[in-house]
């Protein structure tokens, strides 16, 4: 099972980027699917995008569509988020895991979108 440390998360002001982490051990996430998924305050964990292990097939939850980028280096065995245009919706603790995810969730990574 593979075991994850996200990263990258702060305070950014509405429209502005970040790039988040997930490095990962235990196993290669390049034959694993892997994705992102966020909670917000007050709310449940939902899915944002996720990679497939075999072909590098993504998918967006429709919020991130346009906006969000997710992708791997198979070398460093670390999995991004690369995040676009943010919103103050988007403020939520943002957490990598297998996908369908496991029970194993890391401490995930806090993202703040100032209006």
């Known amino acids: 099972q593979v075991q994850v440390v996200e990263s990258g998360g702060g305070l950014v002001q509405t429209g502005g980027s970040l790039r988040l982490s997930c490095a990962a051990s235990g196993s290669s996430i390049s034959t694993i699917s892997m994705g992102w998924f966020r909670q917000a305050p007050g709310k449940e964990r939902e899915f944002v995008a996720r990679i497939s292990w075999d072909r590098d097939l993504t998918r967006y939850a429709s919020f991130a569509l346009g906006r969000f980028a997710i992708y791997r280096d198979s070398a460093k065995n670390t999995l991004y988020l690369q995040m676009n245009n943010l919103k103050p919706d988007d403020t939520a603790v943002y957490y990598c895991?297998?996908?369908?995810?496991?029970?194993?969730w890391g401490q995930g990574t806090q993202v703040t979108v100032s209006s």
């Open positions: 895991n297998q996908d369908p995810p496991t029970t194993d």
